[in-house]
C-alpha cells in the first residue's frame, strides 16, 4: 500500500521549502487547482490590469540599469539561477507534479530543462558575436552590434509551467532585458516557487536593479496589459493557436516583436525499414507520455502498409496496459488530465473519430485512479480508414490517430495537410528516406527528427513551429537574436566620404 499524499499540506511544505511568503499564495479569491485530486490547494490574490502597469514600469527602470551590465555578469546570475534550480530540483518537480499532474520523472525533466537553459545562457553570456561585413568602400569598416532590447512579456501554458518562463527568462536576462511574466491561470504555484528560486539568485547575485524578472498572476486583463503596454519590446507567448490570434495581431499593430509558440498537431511515419522496437518505445512516450499533453505530442500516426500488422497490434498492447494513476502515489507512466475541460475535449474528438469511421482502442475514464473530482483516462489509439474530421486538429489530451500508408510522397503530403508544423518524425533504416523526409520536399515542421519521437526536444535546439504554430523559435542555437536589437555601424576611418553604390553628390 502507498500512503495517501495530502495535497494540500504537501504543497504548502513545497511553497515553505522554497521560500515562497505564505501571504503570496493565500488570501485571495482566484482558486488553483490540482489534477491530481481535482480539488481546489487555495486561492490567490490575482494582479489587476492597473498592477500590470505599474510593475512593467518598474521592469523598464531595471532594463535601463541592467542593459549596461557587461553581458557575462550578467551571465552569473543565469548562472547563480541554475544553482539555486539544482537545489531546488526536486521540490520544484513534485509542485509541477501537484499543479499539472505530470509524472515524477516528467517534473523533474522539466525542471532539469530550466538548469539546461541557464548553463546554455551562461555560455551564451560570453557569445552575443555580431558580424564584420567587407564594406564597398575604402577606409571604412562595417559591422553588425547586438543591443539589449527592453522589457520581454512572457505568457506561458499550464503544461510546461515551468521550462518555458526558464527558456525565455535565461535568454533574456543575458541578453540584457528584463521580464515580466503572466503564468497560465492553472499554475500561479509553480510561478511563484520559480520567482522566490530566482529572487534567492539575485540575492546572492548582489547588485541587480529591482525588478528583472517580475511575475503576474491573473486572468486575462492582465495578459492584455502586457500585450498592450507600449514599453513592452516582446511578448513571447505559448498557448493555443485561439490566442496567438488574438496576441498576434495586437502586438503587430503596435509594430511589438512577438515569439509565438502555438499548437502542434504533430505527426510520425514508420517505414518498411524501421527498427519496430524502437518506434513502439518512441510512438509510446511521444503520445501517451505527459497524457497527451504537450505541444510536442505524438497525434498522428503514418505506418506502412507492410508493418501495420506488426506494429498496430503492439501499440494497442501498450495503450491496454500503460499503468494510470495519482503520479504523487504511484510509479504510473500517465497522470490525470489538466481538468474537467479536457476531458470533455477528448470525448469530443473520439466521439467525433467514431462518426468518421475510427475503430478506438482505450479512451475511457480510469475511475479508480483517483477521486471523482479528477480526470484521469486511459490514452486512445484510433485507427482511422483516412485522415478527416479530428485528426486535422490538435485535441490537447493522449488521443493517437493511425493510419496506413502505401506510398511514402502520399504519406508526407498527409503529413504536411494540417494548419500546425511544430515537429515529426520518421522511423526508417533507409537513408533515402530518412534524408528525403528532412529535405525541402519533405516535413514542413520546426522540428523533424528521424529514429526518435516528436516531443522531448532539447534545449541547445531552436523550439518552435511554422505555419499555425506561429514561426517562433525559443531556447538554443540563435533564438537569442530575438531578444536582442541589431545595430548595423558602418565607420569611417578615411579622409574621403564616398557615398556608398557610386552615388555623388558634390555640394561646390
Ligand atoms: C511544450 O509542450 O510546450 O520538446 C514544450 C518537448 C519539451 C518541451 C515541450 N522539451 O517536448
Redesign the pocket.
Known amino acids: 500500500m502507498t500512503k495517501t499524499v495530502d495535497v494540500r499540506e504537501e504543497t504548502a511544505r513545497i511553497l515553505d521549502t522554497l521560500g515562497v511568503a505564505h501571504s503570496s499564495w493565500t488570501g485571495g479569491d482566484m482558486p488553483s487547482y490540482s489534477p491530481v485530486n481535482g480539488e481546489e490547494i487555495t486561492r490567490l490574490k490575482a494582479a489587476s490590469a492597473a498592477d500590470a502597469g505599474r510593475i512593467i514600469e518598474t521592469a523598464d527602470e531595471a532594463f535601463k540599469a541592467w542593459r549596461t551590465v557587461p553581458a557575462p555578469r550578467r551571465g552569473e546570475l543565469v548562472r547563480l539561477l541554475g544553482e539555486e534550480l539544482r537545489a531546488a530540483k526536486a521540490d520544484l518537480g513534485r509542485l509541477v507534479s501537484i499543479e499539472v499532474g505530470k509524472i515524477e520523472p516528467e517534473g523533474l525533466g522539466e525542471v532539469q ?1 530550466m538548469i539546461d537553459i541557464c548553463d546554455f545562457a551562461v555560455g551564451l553570456s560570453r557569445q552575443l558575436y555580431g558580424l564584420t561585413i567587407a564594406t564597398e568602400r575604402p577606409g571604412h569598416r562595417m559591422m553588425e552590434t547586438w543591443h539589449p532590447l527592453g522589457v520581454v512579456g512572457v505568457i506561458s ?1 499550464f ?2 509551467p515551468v ?2 518562463w526558464s527558456w525565455n527568462t535565461a535568454l533574456a536576462l543575458v541578453c540584457g532585458n528584463t521580464v515580466v511574466w503572466k503564468p497560465s491561470e492553472k499554475t500561479p504555484l509553480t510561478a511563484l516557487a520559480c520567482q522566490a528560486i530566482l529572487d534567492r539568485a539575485i540575492a546572492r547575485f548582489g547588485e541587480a536593479p529591482k525588478g528583472l524578472s517580475q511575475v503576474l498572476i491573473g486572468g486575462r486583463d492582465v495578459g492584455e496589459a502586457l500585450v498592450d503596454h507600449p514599453k513592452v519590446a516582446l511578448v513571447s507567448a ?1 498557448g493555443s493557436t485561439r490566442m496567438g490570434c488574438e496576441v498576434g495581431p495586437r502586438l503587430a499593430r503596435r509594430f511589438a516583436r512577438s515569439i509565438l ?1 502555438l499548437g502542434g498537431n504533430n505527426a510520425g511515419i514508420v517505414c518498411p525499414s524501421a527498427d519496430l522496437d524502437m518506434a513502439l518505445r518512441a510512438i509510446a512516450f511521444g503520445a501517451m507520455g505527459t497524457a497527451g499533453q ?3 505530442t505524438l497525434r498522428r500516426l503514418f505506418v506502412h502498409e507492410s508493418v501495420y500488422g506488426d506494429l498496430v497490434p503492439r501499440l494497442k498492447k501498450a495503450y491496454e496496459s500503460v499503468s494510470i494513476g495519482n503520479p504523487l502515489e504511484t510509479s504510473a507512466l500517465v497522470g490525470p488530465l489538466i481538468d474537467k475541460g479536457a476531458y470533455e475535449n477528448m470525448l469530443k474528438a473520439l466521439e467525433a473519430a467514431k462518426t468518421a469511421g475510427g475503430n478506438i482502442t482505450g479512451g475511457s475514464r480510469v475511475p479508480d485512479a483517483g477521486k471523482e473530482t479528477a480526470y484521469y483516462v486511459r490514452p486512445a489509439l484510433v485507427e482511422m480508414p483516412e485522415q478527416t474530421g479530428p485528426v486535422l486538429e490538435e485535441t490537447f489530451a493522449p488521443i493517437l490517430y493511425v493510419m496506413k500508408y502505401s506510398d511514402l510522397d502520399e504519406a508526407i503530403a498527409q503529413h504536411n495537410a494540417v494548419a500546425a508544423g511544430l515537429s515529426s518524425s520518421i522511423f526508417t533504416l533507409d537513408m533515402r528516406e530518412a534524408e528525403h523526409f528532412l529535405s525541402a520536399e519533405g516535413s514542413d515542421c520546426g522540428i523533424t527528427n528521424v529514429n526518435i519521437g516528436t ?3 532539447e534545449i541547445g535546439g531552436a ?1 518552435g513551429g511554422e505555419k499555425e504554430t506561429g514561426g517562433g523559435r525559443e531556447s538554443g542555437s540563435d533564438a537569442w537574436k530575438a531578444y536582442m536589437r541589431r545595430a548595423t555601424n558602418t565607420v569611417n576611418y578615411s579622409t574621403a566620404l564616398p557615398l556608398a553604390q557610386g552615388v555623388s553628390f558634390d555640394i561646390e
Do not use: L, M
Open positions: 530543462e501554458a503544461n510546461f521550462a518555458v505559448t509558440e504537450r505541444c510536442t516531443s522531448g526536444a523550439f
